[in-house]
T-cell receptor, first 113, second 112 residues
Framework: NAGVTQTPKFQVLKTGQSMTLQCAQD?????MSWYRQDPGMGLRLIHYSVGAGITDQGEVPNGYNVSRSTTEDFPLRLLSAAPSQTSVYFC????????????FGSGTRLTVV | EDQVTQSPEALRLQEGESSSLNCSYT??????LFWYRQDPGKGPEFLFTLYSAGEEKEKERLKATLTKKESFLHITAPKPEDSATYLC?????????????FGQGTRLTINP
């Protein structure tokens, strides 16, 4: 039982490049979310999904896209990377969001130069 | 606006020295309040969910309590392995259940 798996663990991008952060869970959770964590800011919600084919925006969605074609996978796409997107990104999943805790992945540390 | 404030930002204790971490929140109705532990370089690890004022939950040396405006994480006789950042989050009732609002965390260090 792997839980929530994120790849890559580290990434350096040049400004303007695009990339996809991968997230997969094997717990059959319907709810999945992407957060970014910045020093002094706490975790902030980027996008979330309540099931396959259903996604919505969180607090800081600009510059990011998501899709959810299967229950297991929830990739996060950076369209045109900017230095302001330098952060640690966490994917999380839950059986019942709001009532049970989320299981978080180990994170992707992204640096945009 | 839904808001979570944790205090102190950092706390240094000696092994065995009990203390409490505070999480004050302002929400338009509370669906649930969560405590997480985060070790350096890792994702947050779920500890507790509290749903209503007066509720308490315990796990080893940790006990979480909830009032209408704040939650406390009590740490009894801590050990060095309890050193971590502790995060508090709320799920506001009016917003979608997925929209957790996190505090900035308390960085706890336990010296042997």
């Amino acid at each position: 039982n792997a839980g929530v798996t994120q790849t890559p663990k580290f990434q350096v991008l040049k400004t303007g490049q695009s990339m996809t952060l991968q997230c997969a869970q094997d717990m059959n959770h319907e709810y999945m979310s992407w957060y970014r964590q910045d020093p002094g800011m706490g975790l902030r919600l980027i996008h979330y999904s309540v099931g396959a084919g259903i996604t919505d925006q969180g607090e800081v969605p600009n510059g990011y896209n998501v899709s959810r074609s299967t229950t297991e996978d929830f990739p996060l796409r950076l369209l045109s990377a900017a230095p302001s997107q330098t952060s640690v990104y966490f994917c999380a999943s839950s059986y019942s969001a709001g009532y049970y805790g989320y299981t978080f992945g180990s994170g992707t540390r992204l640096t945009v130069v | 606006e839904d808001q979570v404030t944790q205090s102190p930002e950092a706390l240094r204790l000696q092994e065995g020295e009990s203390s409490s971490l505070n999480c004050s929140y302002t929400v338009s109705g509370l669906r649930g309040l969560f405590w997480y532990r985060q070790d350096p370089g890792k994702g947050p690890e779920f500890l507790f969910t509290l749903y209503s004022a007066g509720e308490e939950k315990e796990k080893e040396r940790l006990k979480a309590t909830l009032t209408k405006k704040e939650s406390f994480l009590h740490i009894t006789a801590p050990k060095p392995e309890d050193s971590a950042t502790y995060l508090c989050a709320v799920s506001p009732l009016i917003q979608g259940a997925q929209k957790l609002v996190f505090g900035q965390g308390t960085r706890l260090t336990i010296n042997p």
